[in-house]
């Protein structure tokens, strides 16, 4: 009597563990690739921003560079601390992106440079009043960047329910 032995592995046993196998790869293949095409793309965004904020950087540090000068021609140019005072303002009066804070105490120069579209970098200046000639003709106050996008909530979903529970109340 011949009797063949059917234990073991089968032929269709082990393809099928064969395509089980290549069916994972693929899929973590193509989990690696997504993966690294979005921290591609992430990066690359990152470098423009970055790129974008120091290039507004720079045109602020120049605005700030022009604006010491003409500063210091009019310190030069005045003897007193008031009149000096009265002829800040007037060196930007015809410029339409520097701000001339009279009110304030000190006197401000504010200006916004912007960064992409949705980013200015705003700056402002206390002016002083240098009783030495190496002494600072102003002081930064702020060097900071604004948002002009407008956040827009959900204003029509009340804060509370019909039962006079709030949706955060955990009690």
């Known amino acids: 009597m011949n009797k063949k032995a059917t234990g073991g592995i089968n032929v269709g046993t082990s393809s099928i563990l064969v ?3 290549l069916l994972c790869l693929v899929t973590f293949a193509a989990l690696s690739f997504l993966s690294a095409n979005s921290d591609y793309r992430l990066s690359k965004q990152t470098a423009q921003r970055t790129t974008d904020y120091y290039e507004a950087n720079r045109v602020a540090e120049l605005y700030m560079a022009n604006i010491e000068g003409l500063l210091s021609k009019c310190r030069q140019r005045t003897d007193s601390k008031a009149g000096y005072f009265e002829e800040v303002p007037k060196l930007f009066s015809d410029n339409e992106t520097i701000t001339v804070n009279e ?3 000190p006197v401000t120069i504010s200006y916004d440079v912007p960064v992409n579209d949705t980013q ?3 700056v402002c200046l ?3 009043y240098p009783e030495q000639n190496d002494d ?3 002081h930064i106050v702020s060097w900071r960047t604004q948002n002009l996008d407008i956040w827009d909530g959900i204003d029509e979903a009340p804060l509370v329910d019909e039962e ?3 949706f955060m109340d955990f009690e």
């Open 103 to 105: 009110g304030s105490d």
């Open 164 to 166: 006079g529970i709030g």
């Open 19 to 21: 395509t089980f196998v």
């Open 126 to 128: 206390a002016v002083s």
């Open 120 to 122: 200015n970098l705003h």
């Open 136 to 138: 600072a003709l102003f």
